[in-house]
């Protein structure tokens, strides 16, 4: 079975809605965007899903390991789990906000509760997703937190 990121128009042919109107999604970034996820799996499919869109990704599988890189490293958009081991995406989140407060952060979660969703997003979280999500509506929100990002 093919994954539903494979049977996707080509990037020329899809849209995303801003603002007003359609504009075409052109959004390129020279960074990788950064996945912070402890399920290998998740990391790889969003990480491919990504690359099949042509923008670059960096997976990380530990939230400190992701810290230290965010403190050397330009990161445009950083995308987050809520749950995992030793620190919570949450946890993350405000930790970025002092390391690098320009980053734009997608939240993402299998277990949907509301008060985990209001508090990422007045911490400034750009969006929150719960699992599974769909592969379009995913990336229309990549690319425009990329374009807020530059």
């Known amino acids: 079975m093919v994954p539903r990121y494979h049977r996707r128009k080509p990037a020329r042919q899809r849209t995303f809605e801003r603002g007003i109107g359609l504009y075409p999604v052109l959004i390129m970034c020279a960074e990788p965007i950064c996945i912070i996820d402890d399920d290998a799996s998740v990391r790889n499919s969003i990480e491919q899903l990504l690359d099949s869109d042509g923008l670059k990704a960096q997976s990380f599988e530990d939230a400190a390991n992701f810290l230290a ?75 425009q937190a990329l374009a807020l990002a530059a």
Do not use: C, N
């Open 69 to 143: 890189y965010a403190r050397s490293h330009a990161v445009p958009l950083a995308i987050l789990d809520v749950w995992m081991p030793k620190t919570s995406g949450l946890e993350v989140q405000v930790q970025l906000r002092v390391v690098s407060p320009k980053t734009k952060v997608i939240v993402m979660t299998a277990r949907e509760i509301p008060a985990i969703r209001a508090a990422a997003l007045d911490g400034g979280a750009f969006a929150f997703l719960s699992k599974p999500f769909d592969d379009e509506a995913f990336l229309s929100l990549v690319h």
